[in-house]
């Protein structure tokens, strides 16, 4: 049985308490916040979790295998270093932490104890993301051209960090994901219309080649968006998370080049418009996966698909972004890739 405590019980914790009650093999033991009644009201439901009032007493607590931490970004690595030093397998929200030093750091730890270490970007786990991921390996896409990610909405104003810090994390996650590389440098812009973080940035990635991602997040658009499209030689995936049915569309449409095939600079373009189609996709919930996952590496061993390196790995292009934001958009190249 795996006894875990939950840090945080905001807007996230309690559906992570949910997806890891449900869960076999799996028992919530605690739930610590700093808001007292926060943790009675998730005991209203769950009424064998205990409260702990201190995070000291939980990782004091031989009972406690693992540690979910639910809580705000600038609290991850301390959080997360302290429950590794007690032994503690560790799952934290996204992202990792708030620096690529910090994010070293856990990471090396969890190697040098043996530990657990994953990240909850959830998404990565979801059947759509799963679903473009199986399409892009079977070759069915072609080369890789390009990928574009939008996710803005109105709101919600976060008072500790910007926009790209919140919502970016979800989007470079996926491209980190789904494509077989790593990036290079990244370029980013970005304003602060309100509050001192900026609320509106546009995200560039670059990889060898001429393959490029591009991110534009937003608290300040009158509409929720959260639009991907994925480009290839052979065939086009658009991934809308708002569509309730037909959330990966697949299409047999791009560009062909006549004439001179030796030179594209000469050669004639043309366009090719072929069928669409909608794959089935598996529509369980991806945090039920996230907590299967954590479970499953710490009980059998498993790897996960988010686990420290690929936390480490947004970390440092989200950090790129940052620094090329106070650049005005210079290039930022990244030491070294995932």
């Not at 069915?140 to 990610?149: I, M, P, Q, S």
């Not at 936390?311 to 940052?322: D, I, P």
Request: include cysteine; charged fraction near 25%; hydrophobic fraction near 40%.
């Amino acid at each position: 049985m795996l006894r875990v405590a939950v840090f945080g019980c905001g807007y996230w914790g309690p559906k992570v308490i949910r997806n890891l009650h449900a869960l076999d093999g799996c028992e919530v033991r605690v739930a610590c916040d700093s808001d007292p009644e926060r943790v009675e009201a998730v005991r209203k439901t769950y009424p064998t979790i205990r409260r702990v009032d201190r995070t000291e007493d939980v990782l004091g607590d031989p009972d406690v295998d693992g540690v979910v931490i639910c809580t705000p970004v600038r609290t991850h690595f301390p959080l997360a270093r302290a429950a590794l030093e007690a032994g503690k397998h560790v799952l934290v929200t996204k992202p990792m932490t708030d620096s690529v030093e910090s994010a070293e750091t856990l990471v090396e730890l969890a190697e040098a104890r043996g530990l657990t270490l994953q990240v909850d970007h959830t998404f990565i786990y979801s059947g759509a993301v799963q679903k473009a991921r199986e399409i892009i390996e079977s070759g069915a896409v072609g080369e890789l051209l390009y990928a574009d990610f939008v996710r803005v909405n109105l709101g919600l104003f976060q008072t500790d960090t910007s926009v790209l810090w919140d919502l970016a994390p979800h989007d470079l996650s996926i491209l980190d994901y789904l494509v077989d590389a790593s990036p290079r440098w990244v370029s980013a812009i970005g304003t602060r219309h309100y509050g001192q973080f900026e609320d509106q940035a546009y995200v560039t990635v670059g990889y060898d080649g001429s393959f490029i991602g591009h991110l534009h997040v937003n608290w300040l658009a009158p509409v929720k968006v959260r639009s991907t499209l994925i480009g290839g030689s052979r065939r086009m995936i658009v991934y809308d998370d708002l569509e309730p049915s037909e959330k990966v569309r697949v299409y047999d449409k791009g560009v062909t080049l006549a004439g001179d095939a030796g030179s594209r600079e000469q050669a004639l373009v043309d366009y090719r418009v072929g069928d669409m189609y909608a794959p089935h996709i598996d529509k369980t919930e991806p945090l039920q996966k996230v907590c299967e996952s954590f479970r499953d590496a710490i009980v059998r061993g498993v790897p996960c698909p988010t686990d420290g390196a690929a936390g480490l790995s947004v970390v440092r292009m989200l950090e790129a972004a940052q620094e090329s934001i106070r650049k005005n958009g210079e290039r930022i190249f990244l030491e070294s890739g995932r």
